[in-house]
């Protein structure tokens, strides 16, 4: 009878984890901030503070004007803003085993405009993700992530 309790137990423990993971996670993967500005601003102030820190701005995507041209004319301005900064992407990338995460990269902000015109930023959350990867992975993207909050704080309402 013990072993049976155990057992229930054991998988209401897994059950109640696993829906927690799946509930919980998916909303802590991203990360959204509220703009201090407009949408045009927003995305402006976003690459000049990359590109002052060092960080190179290989592409923007303009997501709306995207769609657009598919006759998805009712959307919102949407734009992804790549951002990249050399060091350390070759700190990641020059290990054989890390090149894997090459999909996740570069960088990514986007800047997008809500229906009653309230801009917002949003990014990954790379100070969590960094806990699933190996501790090569692990410094470097922790290093990223601190570096991203500083380029936007002063972009975005805390």
Not at 36 to 45: N, S, Y
Not at 58 to 63: G, Q, T
Not at 114 to 125: L, P, Q, R
């Amino acid at each position: 009878m013990n072993i049976l309790k155990v057992a229930v137990g054991f998988v209401l423990g897994v059950a109640t984890a696993v829906a927690g993971i799946l509930y919980f996670l998916p909303k802590k993967m991203l990360t959204v901030h509220k703009s201090r500005l407009g949408f045009d601003e927003t995305v402006t102030a976003v690459q000049e503070e990359a590109e002052k820190r060092g960080w190179n701005v290989p592409k923007v995507y303009d997501i709306q004007t995207t769609l657009a041209k598919a006759d998805h004319t009712d959307m919102n301005r949407i734009k992804i803003v790549s951002i990249c900064q050399p060091h350390h992407a070759y700190n990641i990338l020059k290990p054989d085993d890390n090149k894997f995460v090459a999909g996740m990269m570069p960088c990514r902000v986007g800047i997008f405009e809500t229906e009653e015109g309230e801009v917002y930023v949003s990014e990954m959350n790379l100070g969590l993700m960094s806990k699933l990867f190996s501790p090569s992975i692990r410094d470097v993207m922790g290093i990223v992530a601190a570096e991203e909050q500083e380029m936007i704080s002063g972009i975005v309402i805390e």
